[in-house]
């Protein structure tokens, strides 16, 4: 990385029309769990609006990766830059970064204790300060958009797995950020409801055009959508591409043995 | 081929009565000699129970029902007495019915908010070393459980808190409390703690303080279990949507950690109840130290069997509204949520 662009990343929020800037810069980034290396130098620049899926096997540190993007990990060596501020340990910029920032979990992690709309609603009124009437009209269209208006004020112990998780979707959407990490949103749903998770995801990413990071072992999808794959193991990223190459030319072993097994059963 | 079964009833598998003693109770000659020889034995100890009951004095407590309920206060303040329990009785029906018909939580907050400072305006010429029997009992058992909830509820989150020094200091005391006895606190907070505050606290508040330091430390540990009983992914949750750790806690952990806490807190709860009793080894007069004091008096002094039986069975129905109380809530809370 050359001294502009670090200057660049550096330099605050990209204007409107600042063209080219990362939103999101990962340099050389280590993490340890105690001996542990689960993160081995990773480098990334992710552009605004580019939808980036990140495969590997498990244990390969995807998800560790996309959860210091909003310090759920703390990294211990490298750089973490996010929408122009850097993440350390300094708890102000935490905070302003994670509430640009939406994550969808595997386990969806609704609140059950609040319902659909309560859950969506929630962090708008206490972290954004809107009104009560504000938040639940922004949570109403936004639970209409992922395709369950109906459902506002159910329990998420009584919905199904693929609604819970679009009703997290649309909890992450709520505080308006402008990136989504996604880790492996559909890994614990039934079968059948996997699509009408990913239709949702599809429109995110095509129709708002949002910055989204998705940890997947959805292939279609990243075929379908994804602007670059990444393909991680043992802590780094070893393949790194467009999907036509990654799908037809993988160069890495490793890549195309996992290529085999997940595309050939 | 596709075909539909009928759904069926389940079969009928209750035995008969006869089959079923037959079973239980008389399946061979040991058996049947237990039972013979057990039932032998519970009706001779009946017999002896009723024959003592015909012939009790309840006069005891018949004559006596003032002792029994506001202890050896002043006789001209028992007319105020007798009207603020009247109050918080009337505060507990319309609470009760309240429930029933769904009034929302924060009217019946303000509600008792409202009762209870009418109460304590009723007693306030009152003394509070003067009061006892089950007056006392109550106002020990009500101020040690409103004080040791909260006061329990900021340690036990101190014991999760990430801050070295809250986390060392909570641990601290939790371990030391719950390395000595109740009667212990009680007895330091009785002798020693005079040394410092002089005549400023009465007997009674040092007994209210010894029984919420006490408490405290058990409450903390139950709030604590109830927090790590909530999925690290609740707490991740919360903090990826920007909301502070205190503002989870109290708006993600916390609730669901309380509805886990119930058992264990009414449980606590239960006890400090029933502690309220060893108040009498300081010489208080509550519910215990009443009884004592009455068989003191000559008229009274074989009456040993009355007093303690009855001291049971008001234990008894208190605790046992308490925990049912207690299922209720559980129940109600449980509904639609998870």
């Given at each position: 990385m050359t001294i502009a662009e670090v200057r660049e990343a550096e330099s605050g929020r990209p204007q409107p029309?600042?063209?080219?800037?990362?939103?999101i810069l990962l340099e050389d980034v280590h993490k340890w769990f105690g001996r542990l290396h689960?993160?081995?130098g990773i480098s990334l620049r992710i552009h605004p609006g580019e939808v980036v899926v990140v495969a590997g096997p498990?244990?390969?540190?995807k998800s560790t990766m996309i959860r210091c993007i909003n310090r759920l990990e703390s990294h211990q060596r490298g750089r973490i830059v996010v929408d122009g501020i850097e993440l350390t340990d300094d708890t102000r910029n935490i905070d302003a970064v994670r509430s640009e920032v939406g994550m969808v979990f595997q386990s969806f992690n609704l609140f059950p204790h609040l319902t659909a709309l309560q859950n969506v609603s929630l962090a708008p009124m206490k972290v954004r300060r809107w009104p009560r009437a504000r938040s639940e009209r922004v949570g109403l269209e936004l639970l209409e958009r992922v395709g369950m208006p109906e459902k506002a004020h159910v329990y998420p112990g009584q919905l199904s797995g693929g609604q819970q998780q679009r009703v997290a979707i649309a909890r992450a959407l709520a505080m308006q950020p402008k990136i989504m990490l996604f880790?492996?949103?559909?890994?614990?749903?039934d079968p059948e409801m996997i699509q009408e998770v990913l239709d949702v995801m599809k429109g995110l990413a095509r129709e708002a055009g949002m910055t989204m990071i998705v940890v997947t072992h959805e292939m279609g999808f990243a075929r379908e959508v994804a602007d670059r794959i990444l393909f991680m193991d043992e802590g780094a990223i070893v393949e790194e591409g467009a999907p036509e190459h990654f799908f037809t030319n993988p160069t890495h072993p490793r890549t195309k043995l996992f290529l085999s097994k997940i595309l050939h059963q | 081929m596709a075909m539909r079964v009928g759904a069926l009833a389940p079969p009928d598998q209750r035995p008969t009565p006869l089959a079923w003693l037959q079973a239980n109770l008389f399946a061979g000659p040991w058996n049947a000699l237990l039972t013979v020889l057990t039932a032998a034995a519970l009706a001779a100890a009946a017999l002896r129970l009723v024959g003592w009951m015909l012939r009790a004095h309840w006069a005891v407590v018949g004559d006596n029902l003032r002792f029994w309920l506001v202890g050896p206060m002043p006789v001209e303040f028992v007319g105020r007495a007798y009207w603020a329990g009247g109050l918080i009785a009337g505060a507990a029906l319309l609470t009760v019915l309240g429930l029933r018909v769904r009034v929302a939580p924060r009217v019946l907050i303000g509600l008792w908010l409202g009762i209870l400072a009418g109460a304590g305006w009723v007693m306030s010429p009152v003394r509070l070393d003067e009061v006892g029997g089950f007056y006392l009992t109550l106002l020990l058992a009500t101020v040690g459980i409103g004080a040791s909830f909260p006061v329990g509820v900021l340690v036990g989150v101190g014991r999760v808190s990430r801050l070295p020094v809250i986390r060392t200091a909570s641990l601290l005391y939790i371990e030391l409390i719950r390395g000595v006895p109740f009667i212990t606190v009680l007895l330091w907070f009785s002798v020693f703690v005079t040394l410092v505050s002089g005549d400023a606290l009465g007997r009674v508040q040092r007994a209210m303080i010894a029984m919420t330091v006490f408490t405290s430390a058990y409450v903390a540990e139950i709030v604590r279990g109830g927090i790590q009983s909530v999925p690290r992914g609740q707490t991740e949750a919360a903090r990826a949507l920007g909301l502070s750790g205190l503002q989870a806690m109290r708006h993600i952990i916390l609730p669901q950690a309380m509805r886990n806490m119930i058992p264990a807190l009414v449980g606590q709860f239960i006890s400090l109840f029933k502690d309220t009793s060893l108040a009498v080894i300081i010489g208080l007069t509550e519910l215990v130290g009443t009884g004592r004091a009455l068989l003191a008096i000559t008229a009274y002094l074989h009456d040993v069997r009355e007093v303690y039986v009855f001291l049971i069975v008001v234990y008894f129905v208190f605790s046992y509204a308490m925990s049912s109380a207690s299922r209720r809530l559980e129940r109600r809370l449980g509904l639609g949520e998870r």
């Open positions: 029309g600042d063209s080219g800037g990362p939103i689960v993160l081995r498990s244990g390969s540190g880790d492996e949103p559909t890994s614990a749903l | -």
